[in-house]
Nanobody, 128 residues
Framework: QVQLVESGGGLVQPGGSLRLSCAAS????????IGWFRQAPGKEREGVSC????????SYGNSVKGRFTISRDAAKNIVYLQMNSLKPEDTAVYYC?????????????????????WGQGTQVTVSS
């Protein structure tokens, strides 16, 4: 069975950095895409970033462009989300999601309904 496990969340001051990890297991091949989403209290789930199975396409939500970077370590089946210049409005539960065989993340939007598998989330709190 596919399993996605997020880690790396925590408390950070405004302007600080965190790196989230999404460890994937159970995929029958290397052909899968990973998306990062977040949800804050009282707000809808928001697409943050995504990366295709071949790493030829990377997308970011408008609110995080220039501050967040997604990358994949294919050998370890881990996708990272490096978050820099964090703001209080980045506070949310962050989820990674997977889709096989990796046909998503080619459009202009990062859409949660395109993903088949979800992790349990990791809390990110940005506060002074």
């Amino acid at each position: 069975q596919v399993q996605l496990v997020e880690s790396g969340g925590g408390l950070v001051q405004p302007g600080g950095s965190l790196r989230l990890s999404c460890a994937a297991s159970g995929f029958t091949s290397d052909a899968y895409a990973i998306g990062w989403f977040r949800q804050a209290p009282g707000k809808e789930r928001e697409g943050v970033s995504c990366i295709t199975s071949s790493d030829v396409r990377i997308s970011y939500g408008n609110s995080v462009k220039g501050r967040f970077t997604i990358s994949r370590d294919a050998a370890k089946n881990i996708v990272y989300l490096q978050m820099n210049s964090l703001k209080p409005e980045d506070t949310a539960v962050y989820y990674c999601a997977g889709e096989a065989p990796g046909y998503v993340c080619y459009g202009q939007e990062i859409l949660d309904f395109e993903y088949d598998y979800w992790g349990q989330g990791t809390q990110v709190t940005v506060s002074s």
